[in-house]
């Protein structure tokens, strides 16, 4: 349970700081995805505010590397988890580096909603059963929390996504600066990112049906459906 509050805590803040971001300042970047290259140059000044953000993602997902190699419970999904933790990584670094800080921060906002419901579905998960006994509040909490995790996970993640970011990145991307440097680097660790998206949306829609159909008959665990059947050996880190 600590590990599901702090991150939590963590995503609910980096995510209403990147919302604060595309809506309570002048960066259009959410309604106008082809503005994140309006007066693109190289070497431009990345703001402060973007700055800040950038570098507490990239802190994050530093040390999401290192706990999913050795401190998480392995599960089956594991390698992919890692996968998706280096690509964002490198993207962290390498779009800042390389000034795409702009189409950065969209991306990670229409991200890390789907984690806050997430963290805070488990968070109730293992509330409703504290204490030996049921706790109906907590229960219909964490229902909600995973119809609603599901819903904004197809709506972030697999229509805005591509229709916002995809958009901007391999079409106007090319109309704005014909000549973009890294252009097929980018796109190609974006479009990677959007299958492991749509890799483990089939994963929720697998433990919807199964809920459906009754053959998980209550909500343990939000990521049940990605368990590992079996426990397999974690990676030992080397002495």
């Known amino acids: ?79 992919v988890m890692l996968v998706h933790h280096v690509v964002t990584l490198v993207l962290i670094v390498s779009s800042y580096a390389f000034r795409y800080h702009n189409v950065g921060i969209l991306v990670l906002f229409l991200h890390d909603v789907s984690d806050v419901q997430l963290e805070f579905t488990k968070l109730n ?62 796109n190609a660790l974006l479009l990677l990112l959007t299958l492991m998206n749509l890799y483990w949306f089939l994963y929720i829609v697998a433990f919807a049906a199964k809920v459906l159909t009754g053959q998980v008959r209550e909500l343990k665990d939000v990521r049940e459906y990605d368990a590992a059947e079996a426990p397999s050996p974690k990676p030992s880190k080397a002495e």
Request: charged letters at 15%; hydrophobic letters at 45%.
């Open 125 to 186: 998960v293992y509330f409703k059963s504290r204490g030996g006994s049921h706790h109906r509040l907590h229960a219909l909490a964490a229902d909600l929390g995973c119809l609603s995790f599901s819903l904004s996970w197809f709506w972030f993640r697999l229509y805005w996504f591509p229709l916002k970011v995809l958009y901007a990145t391999c079409h106007s991307s090319l109309r704005s600066v014909p000549d973009i440097p890294f252009y097929f680097f980018f």
């Open 1 to 79: 349970m600590p590990e599901s509050a702090w991150k939590f805590l963590f995503y609910l803040g980096a995510w209403s700081y990147s919302a604060y971001l595309l809506f309570g300042t002048d960066y259009p970047f959410f309604h106008d995805p082809p503005s994140v290259f309006y007066d693109w140059t190289p070497g431009m000044a990345v703001p402060r505010d973007i700055a800040a953000a950038y570098l507490l993602q990239g802190s994050f997902y530093g040390h999401s590397i290192y706990a999913t190699l050795y401190m998480d419970a392995w599960r089956k999904d594991s390698v």
